[in-house]
């Protein structure tokens, strides 16, 4: 294969070649995933933020006065999955939003007033979700469960493997399969620290602790992992913060050591509480939910911001 610039011919060798169009290929198809992704986000909100957080898919959610929150992005069913809860937050139940603009209610039968907090795994194959079970003579407390993908949609529930006795909340995958979660083992009531296990061999065996920089004595909870386990988001009400609840980042050092959590200021945190970070599927965007506060009337939203930010935080 020869190309010809100005006045000189470069020869290019079969194995050259062949990496040329190895290259090639995988530009097109960064691009065509790019185009793709870009174009699902565009059906739900046609304005894409930049690094100033702006209400997400005003336009479906404007038709009434929900509490939304928790929201997951299923690029195989091009569809959107969501939690919904009331002015009290003593009920909730996971909704599923189409391009077309239908949404269904979403019911695994754990507890038919409290199922939330989807999750949608990387791979699209699997949703983790928490549920209250119902109280057996026993005070109530959270599972974490998940469903896989079937042919006619997900199949039955079951227990995630490192469920304890108490509390676990809103769980986060990295790519390799690691998984973060909020826990109260160990904690008071509503005052979780957050987990994470590593998946060995396609188990988890051990959940870990993180260290006292990221978990304190208060609620430490909604971990957002990124995909190569390079930062985590999550949020808190220690002490020192704009609001109820607050959005930190840390970054990982290695070996469950991390950077001391940065606050991520008044741009993203208000008087309020934000929670449940997640990531788009390709990485580009940060999404989390609003809440003005424990009890309100005033229906909460979700935001999105382009993931550049976290530059701000280095």
């Known amino acids: 294969m020869k190309l010809r610039k100005h006045n000189f011919i470069y020869t290019i060798k079969p194995m050259e070649r062949s990496l040329s169009v190895l290259i090639i290929i995988l530009i097109f198809s960064i691009s065509a995933i790019s185009q793709i ?3 699902f986000y565009r059906s739900f909100d046609n304005q894409l933020p930049g690094t100033e957080p702006k209400v997400f898919a005003g336009d479906f959610f404007s038709r009434d006065s929900s509490y939304i929150g928790y929201c997951s992005f299923s690029v195989e069913e091009k569809c959107l999955y969501y939690a919904i809860t009331n002015k009290q937050w003593n ?24 199922e939330g907090e989807p ?3 990387p791979d699209g194959k699997r949703m983790y979700f928490t549920a209250i079970k119902p109280p057996n003579n026993a005070p109530w407390h959270s599972d974490i469960f998940y469903v896989d993908k079937t042919g006619n949609g997900w199949g039955s529930p079951k227990e995630f493997t490192l469920n304890s006795s108490l509390s676990e909340w809103h769980i986060s995958m990295a790519k390799n399969g690691n998984v973060y979660f909020g826990s109260e083992r160990n904690a008071d009531r509503l005052k979780a620290d957050i987990y994470y296990a590593k998946l060995e061999n396609g188990v988890y065996k051990t959940a870990i602790k993180l260290l006292n920089n990221i978990n304190t004595d208060y609620n430490d ?13 999550f949020h808190s ?3 020192g913060g704009f609001g109820e609840h607050d959005l930190y980042i840390t970054f990982n050092k290695g070996n469950n050591h991390w950077t001391e959590p ?7 945190n208000s008087e309020g509480w934000e929670m449940a970070p997640s990531l788009s599927p390709d990485g580009r965007y940060l999404f989390f939910t609003r809440r003005k506060s424990w009890n309100t009337s005033e229906p909460s939203k979700i935001y999105w911001v382009s993931i550049k930010i976290i530059d701000n935080y280095k």
């Open 119 to 121: 999750y949608i795994t």
């Open 237 to 239: 009400d220690r002490p």
């Open 262 to 268: 940065k606050n991520m200021g008044k741009h993203i």
């Open 221 to 233: 909870c909604d971990p957002l992992i990124a995909p190569d386990e390079s930062y985590l988001i």
């Open 37 to 39: 992704n870009e174009s």
């Open 91 to 114: 009920c909730s139940k996971i909704l599923k939003l189409t391009l077309n603009g239908e949404i269904d209610t979403v019911k695994f039968n754990i507890n038919k007033n409290w």
